[in-house]
């Protein structure tokens, strides 16, 4: 009985070990009305799971230097594995240009905030986005576009007074998930890296193939071994 239970048990809690990734669509930009950093739209984005009219959550774009595919599968990790078990990939995605580490993440968390208390449209002023998410890019990326003085001293300024409030990780970090292929090289098309609120709100785990598998045995052996307990 203790040996079904304990197969059993294994087999419910495979799914939940495979990683958060899913496919995802973005949307663009969220709000109407913001400017632009060198081309790039700033202010919040969003993706969405399905058509663009159910399943839409709000992401922020930390990766200046790469395009927003219109289709794409996620990889989302929490800030401490963006620099601890998942650093290889998360510098294949935002690159090694700039010397950055989770105050820097929780930096960036705090200033996509700022967008809500910044409007834009008539009679504001637009560029207040523009400097918000060039500080943000300016954290990750060495582009002159978004390494302009204004932008420089704001992510230094959130930095300085955010970099250490761990309540900032309730933001992840979403990678293409390219960037964990064993075939990666630096001339594959990742999509934009971002970042997002509550992931347990916005990411589904989505089991492996040879999840199912071993889930499959496990249900297998529960069978077997009941099975075999009734005959006895």
């Not at 009305?33 to 009219?53: E, H």
């Not at 959130?158 to 990678?175: C, E, W």
């Not at 492996?208 to 307990?229: D, H, I, K, S």
Request: with cysteine; aromatic share 10%; hydrophobic share 40%.
């Amino acid at each position: 009985m203790k040996l079904s239970t304990l197969a059993f048990t294994a087999a419910l809690l495979l799914p939940t070990l495979a990683s958060a990734q899913e496919v995802l669509h973005f949307e663009g930009v969220k709000t109407a009305g913001g400017d632009k950093v060198g081309g790039a739209p700033t202010g919040a984005y969003q993706a969405s799971r399905g058509p663009s009219f159910i399943s839409k959550f709000d992401i922020y774009c930390l990766d200046y230097d790469h395009t927003a595919k219109s289709v794409w599968t996620a990889h989302s990790v929490t800030f401490a594995e963006a620099v601890g078990i998942n650093l290889v990939q998360a510098q294949r995605q935002l690159g090694t240009e700039k010397n950055w580490d989770i105050q820097h993440l929780r930096a960036a968390a705090w200033l996509s905030t700022q967008f809500a208390l910044n409007p834009v449209g008539p009679g504001s002023s637009d560029d207040a986005w523009d400097t918000i998410h060039g500080a943000i890019w300016s954290m990750f990326s060495s582009n002159a576009n978004v390494n302009q003085a204004s932008m420089l001293t704001m992510a230094s300024s959130a930095v300085s007074a955010h970099g250490s409030d761990a309540t900032l990780d309730s933001y992840v970090l979403m990678l293409d998930e390219q960037t964990f292929s064993a075939s990666y090289s630096t001339t594959m098309n990742l999509n934009q890296a971002f970042i997002t609120y509550d992931p347990s709100t916005t990411i589904k785990t989505v089991p492996e193939p040879a999840t199912y598998v071993m889930m499959g045995a496990g249900l297998f052996a529960v069978g077997f071994v009941r099975r075999r307990q009734r005959k006895a």
